[in-house]
């Protein structure tokens, strides 16, 4: 099948895509309405306000279709004051958007039928993302199977991140329907191949081999990751994110026993905790069937699942002691689920260095907020997504530049992390006592 899609004329290739992305913008533009928490009824599949005429038919078509709807703006417009009060919000009544309803879901239709051709012409044909010390045509035509798998899951991952940046923008959420199907197609994207993962360079013995950045880059894989210990660590770090999903917190205050009985209470009560034990249970037996075949497909897993645990575990640390230091919540658990998806695709090296790139991305993103809304205050998870971006798109700089460098600190790395993340504690907690004392009037 590859080899038919090559031999396709390369324009040919790129206006295919560009269909593909019209049509997966069109998909996103209906579950960021159809997912959110307080669903908006401007999506083309909604049924039509009650003060709307019947749609044309061309009123699906991607792009196009949002022209054909303009005439929908003042009931849209009704319908969003509605919205924005039930979620919490003094809507004065001469209040309206600052652009019209059906710009932001068609420009994301185009963007994404923009971006899913360039994505592939800049992952599978410019040979950007290999080494810089191997870059060129002769190289990347012998790994061109490893970068048309590695393109097909940085566009799903992608689309995914676009539904959850926008709906991050609607509600400050990030709703389990989408990183929790995302992530579980993650685990699998990466257990059927391991070229899922970026590359890098290994030189040993003064030859140069180009590897995927598994979890064990930039070492070699030991043996007993293989082995019964590293089937524990693939149980332990399922059982934690499924575990992480069934009970956002668990309360200590009163002791641990208490503690043991509110979490089993909540799981009775909370539906849809019964799924996420069949997905544990399904995902127990999964893994350990993985682990019995070994080789490749269990490398692969095993490097899903220390992306994914290190990808959330990171915003998890961050959001308890930030938390903490500032006496409320200073990050959404959705933020956590988002980067154990995005490290499950891209790997715990590369999902360190977005989570370090996103605060720089803001500038950029809260300029575009409020361009187009005037919202000033933006959740993470965008920030996220873009860090995320900027990581792939410059991966050998990134990898060669700051990756291996840290990484080659060893033990020295994991004590820099540490100390980072209590010195941010002890700002913030500084701040926290500085506004208290200087801007909260007295009662």
Avoid at 147 to 161: Q, V
Avoid at 375 to 403: E, H
Wanted: charge should be positive; include cysteine.
């Amino acid at each position: 099948m590859l080899a038919a899609w090559i031999a396709l004329p390369l324009p040919l290739r790129l206006v295919l895509l560009g269909l593909l992305g019209l049509i997966a913008g069109s998909f996103a533009n209906w579950a960021i309405y159809a997912w959110a928490y307080f669903k908006a009824p401007i999506s083309p599949w909604s049924r039509p306000l009650p003060s709307q005429s019947a749609r044309p038919w061309y009123s699906r078509l991607p792009v196009v279709g949002w022209w054909a709807r303009g005439s929908e703006a003042p009931a849209q417009l009704v319908a969003a004051r509605e919205r924005l009060t039930k979620m919490g919000y003094l809507v004065p009544k001469d209040w309206k958007p600052r652009l019209p309803f059906w710009v932001r879901p068609m420009l994301i239709e185009l963007s994404l039928g923009f971006a899913l051709p360039w994505l592939y012409w800049y992952e599978t044909e410019t040979g950007q993302l290999l080494p810089l010390a191997m870059q060129g045509p002769a190289v990347l035509a012998m790994h061109s199977g490893w970068f048309h798998w590695m393109f097909l899951g940085h566009a799903g991952l992608l689309l995914f991140m676009v539904i959850a940046t926008f709906i991050d923008f609607d509600e400050q959420m990030i709703p389990d329907m989408i990183t929790i199907p995302g992530t579980l197609l993650a685990l699998l994207w990466a257990t059927l191949s391991l070229e899922t993962f970026l590359p890098i360079l290994r030189v040993q013995d003064g030859v140069a081999t180009i590897l995927p950045c598994t979890f064990a880059a930039p070492w070699p894989l030991s043996a007993h990751w293989m082995q019964g210990p590293g089937l524990a660590v693939g149980l332990a770090l399922w059982s934690g994110w499924c575990f992480a999903l069934s009970t956002r917190v668990v309360i200590l205050r009163r002791g641990l026993r208490k503690a043991v009985r509110y979490f089993f209470a909540l799981m009775r009560r909370d539906p849809m905790s019964k799924w996420l034990l069949l997905i544990w249970a399904i995902g127990v037996v999964a893994v350990a069937g993985v682990w019995s075949q070994g080789g490749t497909h269990w490398h692969g897993l095993l490097t899903g699942l220390v992306g994914l645990a290190i990808g959330g575990g990171t915003i998890w640390a961050v959001r308890l002691v930030a938390g903490a230091a500032m006496g409320e919540e200073a990050m959404g658990f959705g933020d956590v689920t988002l980067m154990a998806m995005i490290g499950a695709i891209v790997g715990w090296q590369a999902t360190g260095v977005a989570f370090f790139i996103a605060p720089l991305t803001s500038i950029f993103i809260v300029l575009i907020a409020v361009i187009t809304t005037g919202q000033r205050a933006t959740p993470f998870g965008p920030y996220l997504c873009a860090g995320t971006v900027v990581t792939v798109l410059f991966w050998p700089t990134v990898w060669s530049s700051v990756v291996l460098p840290a990484l080659l600190l060893g033990p020295t790395f994991l004590i820099v992390m540490l100390v980072s993340l209590l010195a941010m504690g002890v700002l913030l907690g500084v701040w926290r006592t500085i506004k208290q004392r200087l801007f909260v009037p007295a009662e």
